[in-house]
């Protein structure tokens, strides 16, 4: 290709190098594992790899799925995985879409209509914003967990109205007030959409999520499951009525326009589900460890969240990268979070934390950032 048909290309990657934000792919390597979704372990977990072998011979006898749900994807298992999720997480139903990206994109971009409202809280993950781009619904963000900036929007809405948040909020760690939040949507008559990714497998007594916990089951419209986190495979599930599955099958065009989930995901989903009621022992280590890096570090950067995310505010991306790579080099993997990916001024270390980590581990991590 000729120099100048590359050469916006090389611009923008210009742009994004003199801005410390270039991304590049990596691979973990051997380092201690403070940065993958795996909060339970589950994806090493040589039990849940033996069921999911077991399962995959047992269930079902093509290991590709064939085509789209409406079409030669339909088969037995997927249906009987979904209501087996909706009894779990205690919904009318479920519906099943190949990532948590494509759920939020499938939801959010069918569910308003012209003149209805979306609002969302202001840290609301990617997913959920694309979705609200490609709907017709008018859209407000309201300041993060800010009740009242919420009411402020609710008042100012028209037609039908979602209010969308997370339970754990994806880069800052900390959770929503979802009981509030489900108060004033219940005030307003709007439909509360509560993405619980990084919930899922780790709130709750038997990994049920944050929503059940708090038992607000009944305030919510639709909740969203994914499966690339705790549950240490693929996919996520929409939960909700059946009306409202009904309505995903006719018009969520990331559910429609695509192959259904292959049986591995399915034994996986099933698999990991299976496990998180014995997983107490290790939702207790998570929550001491958690308790422990949070008292080690002690400093006034750390954000306030007391989930597996933990939030260390290092702003600017040059001086974020270069502690990232300093704890890279004492062989603890931590990445940086960078501008665009966060505003300007907040970006940070996203020190995750699992419950096959060590309180020696933790200890190293501690202080290496003291240092
Ligand atoms: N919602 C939230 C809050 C997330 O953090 C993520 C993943 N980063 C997603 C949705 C997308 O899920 P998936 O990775 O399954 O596409």
């Keep these: ?11 923008l990657l210009d742009e994004r190098r003199e ?15 403070f940065c993958s979704n795996d909060y339970l372990g589950l994806t090493r977990n040589a039990d849940v790899r033996a069921y999911i072998h077991r399962l995959m011979e047992e269930r079902h006898p093509a290991h590709g799925s064939t085509g789209s749900r409406l079409l030669a994807g339909n088969y037995e298992w997927i249906g ?13 139903a479920g519906l099943l879409y190949n990532s948590g990206y494509d759920a939020n994109l499938g939801v ?27 709907s017709a619904a008018q859209a407000f963000s309201f300041f993060h967990n800010d009740i009242t900036d919420l009411e402020k929007k609710l008042k100012h809405a028209s037609g039908n109205i979602f209010v969308a948040v997370e339970s754990v909020y994806s880069m800052d760690g900390d959770l929503a007030p979802l009981a509030a939040i ?29 929503v059940q916990h708090l ?49 591995a995901a399915l034994a996986a989903i099933e698999a990991g589900y299976a ?73 940070r270390l996203r020190i995750v934390l699992h419950s096959f980590n060590t309180t020696a581990e933790v200890d190293h991590l501690i202080k290496v950032l003291s240092a």
């Design 108 to 134: 959010f971009s069918c569910l308003g209509r012209k003149g209805d409202t979306i609002i969302y809280d202001q840290l609301i993950h990617a997913s959920i914003r694309d979705g609200v781009r490609l």
């Design 19 to 33: 801005q410390q934000s270039f991304r590049e792919l990596r691979l973990p390597g051997d380092k201690v594992d």
């Design 215 to 263: 038992q607000l089951t009944a305030a919510c419209f639709a909740r969203i499951h994914t499966f690339g986190k705790a549950v240490g495979c693929h996919g996520a599930v929409v939960l909700g009525s059946g009306e409202l599955r009904d309505y995903l099958i006719n018009f969520s065009r990331s559910f429609i326009y695509t192959t259904s989930l292959p049986p």
């Design 182 to 210: 489900a108060a004033v949507c219940g005030q307003y008559g709007a439909h509360l959409i509560v993405d619980e990714a990084h919930a899922t497998g780790v709130i709750g007594e038997a990994g049920e999520g944050l």
């Design 275 to 347: 496990t998180f009621p014995y997983m107490q022992a290790e939702r207790k280590k998570l929550a001491a460890l958690i308790a422990q890096f949070r008292a080690g570090v002690a400093t006034s950067a750390l954000l306030p969240g007391t989930t597996p995310i933990q939030a260390v505010l290092t702003r600017g991306n040059e001086h974020t990268r270069n502690v990232a790579q300093r704890l890279q080099q004492e062989g603890l993997d931590v990445r940086p979070i960078l501008h665009p990916t966060v505003p300007k001024g907040s970006e």
């Design 80 to 92: 009987s995985v979904e209501q087996d999720l909706a009894n779990f997480h205690q919904a009318a």
């Design 1 to 11: 290709m000729s120099k100048d048909r590359t050469s916006f290309l090389t611009r």
